[in-house]
Each structure stands twice: as structure tokens, then as C-alpha cells.
């Protein structure tokens, strides 16, 4: 395509090519191990090719639009495997894949990212705006309220147990109205406060380096890729869990979480060695507040097309770790600084809660 460098152009034939290979793969009856293993390198790369794509559409808008595309299109390779674990009636997959993904940023990614980000500071200090944490604080907050709970009232038995289903459809609507109430205004503060901080930037909007068209036909058809590869994701890792002999929590906390955050994770880790602290803690706290306020209870919803439904009835070992995450969250960057220790200490909370899950 037009305007797109040597190296983004070979990125995307390879990716092509990974996952035409993961689909011979899944259609030819491959062993389970390679062909699980092509599906998961397929599926972190369309997550890749969906989010430029998103960025592309986003300069025809501005930062705000932008940020929004992609928060809400980079977790389609999230939205399809669970879709597709509910359809195959892997509840356990689908329940840690959300849970995995939560963790994964809120723990692994941005540990690693404030660690990056404190040793590239002159004072060892990583800092930067208060704001999007507390809020991203407050959206899990909220997810962890109706999650726990639930949590309780299950292990009570207290009569609410017998409407698990009500309760979280309930609380699945109450998510999406505050995320709501949350996003539009936040996006509009940062479209002002942008617009007054960096008004040279706009002619760089005037002239994106891809079409309208082309940012469409290239989501559009990454979105489909994502569609196919997550099935076939799906398809292998029954096969893929019983041959390596891991847990389908494991899979669906690690293998899942990662893979499908593949972007988020590296676009991270990038911003913070180049010393651009609020947009690197921009990306990995967009992408819990939308994971945990959005796509959750979104996915509770549509679960109930299938006859495997989603629910914020959780395990107990799982209500504990997202409490527990979501009080770290606040400890570490409310103040809106923090040390490499406390990128360490959030690394560290991710590996035990992963350990668990080996032996679940």
C-alpha cells in the first residue's frame, strides 16, 4: 500500500503469510503443538495489523478519535477468542483469557513499562499525569465491586447466588453507562488540551500517510484475519493443553493475555524508552480501564447467544487477584510517579499469580 515504509510493508507479508500458514495448519490436521503455536504467533500479529490500521484511520480524526479506535479495535483478538472459547464451550478459557488480559496489562506490561521508564529518567523517577490512573482505578474498582460480591454471595450461599445471571447482566449494563459517562468527556479534555499544547501537529494530521479507503479495507480485513485465526486458536489449544500438559487457566491467563496484548505490550515498552511517559502509561491504562469497564461486561452480554454464558462469577483464587490488582494500581501510580521497584513489584505480583495457574 501507498505511503506505508519497506519494513511496515514486509511486517504485513509476513504476517500474511503466518497466518495463511496457520490456516493450512488447522485445516490439514497438523500436529496440535505447531499449529496452536502458528495461531498464537498469527494471532498477536493481526492484533498488530489492527492496531495500525486503527492509527491510520485515527489521523483523518485527530488524537482523541484515535485513542478511542484504538482501545476499542486492538482488543478484537480478545473479542473473538472468547467468543469462540464460549462457542466451544471452554468457559474456563474464555472466564481467564479476560482475566489474563486484565493482569497481564495492569501487572506485567506496566511493571515492565514503569521500570523502563524510571531507568530512562534522570532522578530514577518515572512520573506523569494523575489523571488517567485514578480513573482506570476507579473503572476496575467498579468491575471488582460487582466481581466480588458475587464472590461472596456464592460462597455464602446467600439467596442472590440463585441469580448469577441477572445480577450480571445488571451490573454489565451499570459498566458500559459509567464507561460511557467516562469516555466521552475524557476524550474531549484530551482533543483540548492537545489541540492548545500542540497546534503544529495538525498540519501532520492533514496529510496521513494512508487513505480513508485503505485504512478501512486493511481494518477491515485484519478484523476478518482476527475473526479466522481466533477460531483456529481455539480449535488447537484443547489439543495444544492435553499434549503440553498446562492448564486451561495457564493457557487462557499467560498464552491468551499475552498474545493478545502483543501490541499494547511492545507499543509500551517503546514510548517508555523514549522517555514519553504519559503516552506510555496512556496506552497500557486505556487498555485495563477498556478490557475491565467495556469489553468484560460487553462479552457477559453476548455470551448469552450461546449456551455458554459468561458471567463476573469468578473463582475465588481470581476475585483475590483482581482486588488485590486493582488496590496495587492505585498504590503504585496514583501519585503519578513511581520507582523501578515498584514496576518489579508489580512484574512480581503477575509471575505468582501466573504460578497459581500452572497448578489449577
Known amino acids: 500500500m ?17 497466518s495463511a ?18 495461531a498464537t504467533v498469527a494471532l498477536a500479529g493481526l492484533a498488530w495489523v489492527v492496531s495500525f490500521a486503527t492509527e491510520q484511520l485515527g489521523e483523518h480524526f485527530g488524537p482523541g478519535t484515535t485513542g478511542l479506535l484504538q482501545s476499542t479495535l486492538g482488543n ?11 462457542k466451544k464451550a471452554e468457559l474456563v478459557v474464555a472466564q481467564t483469557a479476560i482475566v489474563g488480559s486484565i493482569l497481564a496489562n495492569a501487572l506485567l506490561v506496566l511493571g515492565l513499562v514503569i521500570v523502563v521508564g524510571a531507568q530512562r529518567a534522570p532522578d530514577g523517577i518515572m512520573r506523569f499525569s494523575k489523571r488517567l490512573p485514578r480513573d482506570t482505578a476507579t473503572l476496575m474498582y467498579v468491575t471488582v465491586f460487582i466481581i466480588v460480591l458475587l464472590g461472596l454471595s456464592a460462597s455464602s450461599a446467600d439467596p442472590a447466588s440463585h441469580h448469577v445471571k441477572t445480577i450480571s447482566i445488571v451490573g454489565a449494563v451499570c459498566l458500559l453507562i459509567v ?14 488540551s492537545r489541540a492548545e499544547q500542540q497546534p503544529e501537529r495538525r498540519s501532520a494530521r492533514e496529510a496521513p500517510r494512508m487513505s480513508m479507503s485503505a485504512s478501512l479495507t486493511l481494518l477491515a480485513l485484519s478484523g476478518a484475519g482476527s475473526a479466522f485465526v481466533s477460531d483456529w ?3 488447537g489449544l484443547r489439543p495444544a493443553i492435553d ?6 487457566a495457564f493457557a487462557g491467563l499467560v498464552i491468551v493475555a499475552i498474545a493478545g496484548n502483543a501490541v499494547e505490550n511492545t507499543a509500551g515498552l517503546v514510548l517508555a524508552w523514549k522517555r514519553r511517559s504519559d503516552l506510555a502509561i496512556s496506552v497500557v491504562k486505556n487498555s485495563v480501564a477498556q478490557i475491565s469497564a467495556f469489553l468484560f461486561p460487553l462479552l457477559v452480554l453476548v455470551s448469552f447467544a450461546f449456551s455458554t454464558v459468561l458471567t463476573f462469577k469468578l473463582a475465588p483464587i481470581y476475585i ?14 496514583g501519585d503519578g510517579q513511581a520507582a523501578a521497584f515498584e514496576g518489579w513489584a508489580l512484574v512480581a505480583l503477575y509471575v505468582v499469580v501466573a504460578t497459581f495457574t500452572l497448578y489449577e
Not at 2 to 16: D, M, N, T, Y
Not at 320 to 333: E, K, M, R
Open 76 to 86: 478484537l483478538p480478545e473479542l473473538f477468542v472468547v467468543i469462540f472459547a464460549l
Open 21 to 38: 500458514l496457520a490456516g493450512v495448519a488447522n485445516y490439514s490436521g497438523w500436529a496440535a503443538v505447531p499449529r496452536f503455536a502458528l
Open 179 to 192: 464507561y460511557l459517562f467516562w469516555v466521552v468527556p475524557y476524550l474531549r479534555a484530551d482533543a483540548a
Open 2 to 18: 501507498a505511503g506505508l515504509s519497506s519494513r511496515e510493508r514486509a511486517a504485513l507479508l509476513a504476517i500474511v503469510l503466518v
Open 320 to 333: 483475590g487477584a483482581l482486588a488485590l490488582t486493582a488496590i496495587a494500581l492505585a498504590q503504585v501510580t
Open 233 to 235: 486458536f481455539v480449535a
Open 243 to 248: 499434549q503440553l500438559n498446562i492448564s486451561e
